[in-house]
């Protein structure tokens, strides 16, 4: 199939452009280097779409809360992504998760069977010199095609480093301690809850400072963090409270055992549709994997914790967006070459699939 527009990267901005694209009758080429041989240092597997890290949209409140109102708006546009996450979702209280697994094979289905779609599976190692182009390769661009996006635009990229949260089996954990209910009462009981009391919390602190980290390289030395996905250790660092006032806040959580709040809570959200896996919430971390084993079986009510995945650390690269692209995110070095998604900058899974459908729409 002669295809009209050519998207490199099915992650989910590309996977979002290459629908809306096909729906108005635009034929594609969709080049995923998964699948082909390849692999980034964060994906697991050769899935479009597939969610790296937390299985969470955020807030799915479109009359409160900014992000839910954009779900809404994308909804109204005709969202795979959207379409994909609600016929897949799992319970996550007033925010929107999914089965990591079955949202990934939804959208790779609906692309490999839309007549105006071909994916194909290759690694683009450099910006086409002609024809329309979106380049959706997110923040694990490949080395050779991060290299020629900085020859086209004469700078190099930008980059910062991300983490990955640990998942638990659920058979695992100690219900007898944890309980299940969601922050304020709001929706139903869908996260599992580990109390901390005063002593407990300051000991877990005290290992996150202590706890062996990944080194890193003399080249990684000066990249900074994604203040979005901080990792734990890195918060803890910033005060002994940093936590407390972050992904362990106690908050409108009435342990039943006391009728009060504990002084920490850890929080785990549905991973899957069977419920077999739960995500730590807000547990990103660079800790080596011997010392993650060790201090998470010191959360009362995880003493016993089976890891199906452990936390990690990868390197992201984004562009300069600003500067790079005009308002229709066109390469002002090559206007036939539109960035889309995370490689532009945007933060999370959901603004990066906006301006996936936004590339095609300007």
Avoid at 15 to 38: I, T
Avoid at 223 to 239: N, S
């Amino acid at each position: 199939m002669a295809h009209q527009v050519h998207i490199i990267g099915g992650g989910l901005a590309g996977s979002e452009a290459a629908w809306q694209l096909a729906e108005a009758g635009v034929r594609v080429r969709l080049s995923e280097m998964r699948g082909g041989g390849e692999m980034t240092a964060a994906h697991h597997t050769d899935g479009l779409a597939e969610l790296v890290c937390s299985n969470s949209f955020r807030s799915d409140d479109a009359d409160r809360n900014a992000v839910g109102l954009l779900h809404q708006e994308m909804r109204s546009l005709g969202s795979l992504i959207f379409a994909s996450a609600d016929a897949h979702r799992v319970p996550a209280g007033s925010a929107l998760a999914m089965d990591r697994d079955g949202f990934s094979a939804a959208v790779t289905r609906a692309l490999a069977e839309h007549p105006n779609v071909e994916i194909v599976r290759e690694r683009v190692d450099a910006l086409p010199p002609s024809g329309l182009t979106i380049v959706a390769t997110g923040p694990l661009t490949a080395a050779r095609l991060a290299g020629s996006i900085g020859s086209a635009t004469g700078s190099d990229a930008l980059a910062f480093f991300d983490a990955i949260a640990p998942i638990v089996h659920r058979e695992s954990i100690d219900m007898d301690v944890c309980w299940m209910a969601s922050r304020w009462d709001k929706g139903d009981k869908d996260y599992i809850n580990c109390p901390m009391t005063r002593d407990q919390y300051l000991a877990f602190h005290q290992g996150l400072l202590d706890g062996e980290k990944t080194e890193f390289k003399q080249w990684e030395a000066d990249t900074p963090y994604f203040e979005g996905c901080m990792p734990i250790e890195v918060m803890a660092a910033r005060g002994v409270d940093t936590l407390r006032y972050g992904p362990m806040k106690p908050v409108g959580l009435d342990d039943p055992r006391t009728g009060r709040w504990p002084w920490a809570v850890v929080q785990l959200r549905q991973d899957n549709a069977l419920g077999t896996l739960w995500n730590m919430v807000g547990f990103q971390t660079k800790l080596r994997h011997g010392a993650q084993v060790a201090l998470f079986r010191t959360i009362p009510g995880l003493e016993k914790a089976e890891f199906a995945r452990l936390g990690g650390l990868h390197r992201n690269t984004f562009i300069n967006a600003p500067r790079l692209l005009d308002g229709e995110l066109r390469l002002h070095s090559a206007p036939h070459i539109r960035f889309a998604g995370q490689i532009t900058g945007c933060e999370g899974y959901v603004e990066s699939a906006a301006i996936g459908l936004l590339a095609c729409l300007s």
